[in-house]
């Protein structure tokens, strides 16, 4: 007799709060197409049931959350008894709505992938940032001297009744001028980055959905993620863009772009 399959336990925890904070960084307050919507798309609804029939299959009803918003404010009665561990303290997600939850965390990180935007904004310049710095450094303590300097100056601060304070006054200028040599040399610093993660939003976002995929169901189900990103970009009335027909080389990249930077931090 063959022996049945274990299943394996999951939580959505982690997959929430990146969401959440993902949310929070790029600004996206409204939501975007549903999974419903997005599912009247030409073979989304097939993809749809797929991913869920793998859930199933690989967890069963061995699923446990904390209670949180993106999952609370959409769905009712989920959580079952309560779980608390010594690793762990949560709530098992009733049998009959282990299915909605999957669903529900799948059509938050659609919504999410068509709501990035496609390139990261470009940061401030921080060496200019360095150098002007700098320069206000030296221009104040170049004020504060000649303060201390002027005899009226130097006077009132002789009959300060903060002799440590008087100290530390006087010793500023100099201070502030090591501080601005210092900013002037770290500006001229040629530092070498090493990417991450892909520099389009976009496809990172999907490469940790594909992640949660994978951790709930055990494969990555290509296919039917890049039906179901297709579906939804074109459900939120965007074009189609032309990364999602090449997923399995996209996760490729994303794992050495993080083995690459795990060796700098090795060495």
Same mark, same amino acid.
């Given at each position: 007799?063959?022996?049945?399959?274990? *299943?394996?336990?999951?939580? #959505?925890?982690? !997959?929430? &709060?990146?969401?959440?904070?993902?949310?929070?960084?790029?600004?996206?307050?409204?939501?975007?197409?549903?999974?419903?919507?997005?599912?009247?798309?030409?073979?989304?609804?097939?993809?749809?049931?797929?991913?869920?029939?793998?859930?199933?299959?690989?967890? $069963?009803?061995?699923?446990?959350?904390?209670?949180?918003? *993106?999952?609370?404010?959409?769905?009712?009665?989920?959580? $079952?008894?309560?779980?608390?561990?010594?690793? !762990?303290?949560?709530?098992?997600?009733?049998?009959?709505?282990?299915?909605?939850? =999957?669903?529900?965390?799948?059509?938050? $990180? *659609?919504?999410?992938?068509?709501?990035?935007?496609?390139?990261?904004?470009?940061?401030?310049?921080?060496?200019?940032?360095?150098?002007?710095?700098?320069?206000?450094?030296?221009?104040?303590?170049?004020?504060?001297?000649?303060?201390?300097?002027?005899?009226?100056?130097?006077?009132?601060?002789?009959?300060?009744?903060?002799?440590?304070?008087?100290?530390?006054?006087?010793?500023?200028?100099?201070?502030?001028?090591? $501080?601005?040599?210092?900013?002037?040399?770290?500006?001229?610093?040629?530092?070498?980055?090493?990417?991450?993660?892909?520099?389009?939003?976009?496809?990172?976002?999907?490469? !940790?959905?594909? +992640?949660?995929?994978? &951790? +709930?169901?055990?494969?990555?189900?290509?296919?039917?993620?890049?039906?179901?990103?297709?579906?939804? =970009?074109? &459900?939120?009335?965007?074009?189609? #863009?032309?990364?999602?027909?090449?997923?399995?080389?996209?996760?490729?990249?994303?794992?050495?772009?993080?083995?690459?930077?795990?060796?700098?931090?090795?060495?």
């Amino acid at each position: 007799m063959a022996k049945s399959k274990e *299943l394996k336990s999951i939580t #959505p925890d982690d !997959y929430l &709060a990146a969401v959440a904070q993902v949310r929070r960084s790029f600004n996206l307050r409204r939501n975007g197409p549903t999974l419903k919507r997005i599912e009247a798309q030409p073979a989304a609804k097939v993809a749809v049931a797929e991913i869920l029939q793998a859930f199933a299959d690989h967890c $069963g009803p061995n699923v446990c959350a904390k209670k949180h918003p *993106l999952i609370d404010e959409v769905l009712k009665d989920i959580y $079952g008894e309560e779980v608390k561990t010594d690793a !762990y303290y949560g709530y098992k997600i009733r049998g009959d709505r282990v299915d909605l939850v =999957f669903r529900r965390t799948l059509e938050l $990180g *659609l919504q999410t992938i068509v709501q990035l935007p496609r390139r990261h904004q470009k940061p401030a310049h921080s060496p200019k940032r360095f150098k002007s710095l700098a320069s206000r450094l030296n221009r104040l303590a170049d004020n504060l001297s000649s303060v201390i300097q002027d005899a009226e100056g130097r006077a009132r601060l002789d009959f300060s009744d903060n002799p440590t304070g008087r100290a530390k006054v006087l010793q500023l200028p100099s201070e502030m001028r090591h $501080g601005a040599a210092l900013l002037a040399s770290a500006a001229k610093l040629r530092l070498k980055r090493v990417p991450v993660d892909s520099p389009n939003p976009q496809i990172s976002f999907a490469n !940790y959905l594909i +992640g949660w995929i994978e &951790a +709930g169901t055990g494969a990555q189900h290509y296919d039917s993620m890049a039906t179901l990103i297709e579906a939804a =970009f074109i &459900a939120a009335n965007k074009p189609i #863009p032309s990364w999602t027909n090449r997923l399995p080389i996209e996760k490729h990249t994303h794992r050495k772009r993080r083995k690459k930077w795990a060796e700098t931090l090795r060495s």
